[in-house]
């Protein structure tokens, strides 16, 4: 579970599921023509002060990012949850509703929550195609008018619940693994100051746009570029954790068709699967697709040219953050840079962060050799972040294998194998002074 999910205890939301379940069984009372019992007001009473005062300075709906709603929109996702949680709930409200589809109607939320004509107006509005409730991704809507059915998010659910967390399938994007942080991510201050800002843009667009009258500048987009293994996905990864969303890399490869018409079927379908949900989107190496234009020589060159437009359209007009990444931001047409709204360089780390890199990346539990320098380790290759945690596993199983502590000859090992793979043949010189421990038999047929 997300770390949001473990910092709130779920007793207030407990207490929103009981008052739904209470205010359930008061209408079912009213709709059998009899007034609700004493025992049963008294139940209600006291369940509305205890959701009253969870929902004050440490609401229980920050765990989706919800506590700033005004009173209504809470109660609405109260309604719409509960019986998505709570079996009682589901079965009051199967009693309540008879043959109704999946969801709860906005009239049925009316008679439940008992809203006078202007709480129904608030309602109607949270709902609405841009209303904060849908906007937020918070629930699914569907229909029009007093018969527009709330369904739960599929993403929203396990936040709340504890339940496993399913996540969607999407056209054209796999799903990223990673519960990464800031301490895994080591990068220059001002890189890290561009991302914190980048997380500021996502998370107060709204407050901008809805309450200053700000105008939506979609996205955000931000160009993540830099070397292989410099710590662009990572920084997605770092990103989506602290937002509670999931990160999807799309694959381009999948979505361009050479067939007219099948690349704009295959970005619609990618995007109608993402609106509304808590989705962060990877775009890799999109210097392939946004080079440099050349002179249009054929048809296939137009269109080629209309598929990259298209693309930063849907992306622009898209309401969430998109991350598109390159190795090489020069290819990449200066037309196209211009509608970035952030544009992240990571460098090659430098020697004192390739040492906190060394140090994060050795296994922690593993034994450390006494000749484990890391200070020589870092100061002698310069590799990048994905190629320093490739050689310290490498190393690592050198040393389960050899049933010793990791030393310097395991680490120059690693170092050693990840040159050759990267060069097709490493140079000797290229260890410096970690050259004295390479085993011998890895020397063989090196260049000097």
């Given at each position: 579970?997300?770390?949001l ?19 359930a ?25 205890l ?37 009682e ?8 509703q008879?043959?109704q ?12 929550l ?38 739960p ?13 399913q996540r ?14 800031w301490?895994?991510l ?14 500021l ?48 890399r799309?694959?381009l ?28 989107l990877?775009?890799d ?62 460098p ?79 140079r ?8 004295d ?12």
């Amino acid at each position: 579970m997300h770390a949001l999910a473990e910092r709130f205890t779920p007793a207030g939301l407990d207490r929103e599921w009981q008052r739904i379940e209470v205010l359930a069984k008061c209408l079912l009372e009213a709709r059998a023509g009899k007034e609700p019992g004493a025992e049963l007001l008294a139940r209600l009473t006291q369940v509305q002060q205890l959701v009253q005062h969870h929902r004050g300075e440490q609401s229980p709906w920050e765990i989706i990012g919800a506590q700033d709603l005004p009173g209504l929109a809470l109660d609405i996702l109260a309604a719409v949850y509960a019986p998505a949680i709570r079996p009682e709930a589901a079965l009051l409200f199967a009693e309540l509703q008879p043959g109704q589809e999946a969801g709860q109607s906005l009239a049925f939320l009316h008679s439940l929550l008992g809203c006078d004509d202007q709480e129904y107006l608030l309602a109607s509005r949270l709902v609405a195609a841009n209303g904060e409730l849908t906007r937020r991704g918070l629930v699914q809507v569907r229909g029009e008018g007093p018969m527009t059915r709330l369904i739960p998010q599929p993403s929203v659910v396990p936040l709340i619940s504890g339940l496993p967390r399913q996540r969607p399938s999407i056209p054209g994007a796999v799903a990223v693994d990673g519960d990464m942080d800031w301490d895994d991510l080591i990068i220059p201050p001002p890189q890290r100051t561009l991302l914190e800002e980048f997380l500021l843009w996502i998370r107060h667009e709204s407050r901008v746009v809805e309450e200053w009258g700000g105008r939506s500048a979609g996205g955000p987009i931000a160009l993540f570029s830099g070397p292989s293994g410099t710590g662009k996905t990572l920084a997605a990864s770092v990103i989506a954790n602290q937002l509670g969303w999931d990160l999807y890399r799309a694959d381009l490869g999948a979505l361009i068709s050479k067939y007219i018409g099948e690349t704009e079927k295959n970005l619609s379908a990618l995007f109608d699967a993402v609106r509304g949900r808590r989705v962060l989107l990877q775009f890799d190496e999109v210097d392939a697709l946004m080079g440099k234009r050349g002179d249009i020589k054929d048809a296939r060159d137009r269109y080629a040219n209309m598929e990259v437009s298209h693309l930063l359209s849907r992306i622009e007009v898209h309401r969430g953050p998109c991350i598109l990444t390159t190795n090489l931001r020069k290819q990449i047409d200066p037309a196209f840079q211009r509608r970035f709204h952030f544009v992240v360089t990571f460098p090659r780390p430098e020697e004192q962060e390739r040492r906190r890199l060394w140090e994060r990346l050795i296994p922690p539990l593993a034994p450390r050799a006494p000749d484990l320098d890391l200070r020589l380790v870092a100061g002698s290759v310069p590799l990048t972040g994905g190629e320093i945690r490739n050689a310290a596993t490498h190393a690592a199983v050198l040393a389960s294998a050899e049933g010793c502590a990791i030393g310097m000859r395991q680490v120059t090992s690693g170092i050693w194998r990840v040159l050759q793979k990267g060069e097709g043949q490493a140079r000797l010189n290229q260890l410096r002074r970690l050259g004295d421990f390479l085993p011998v038999e890895l020397m063989q047929g090196a260049a000097p």
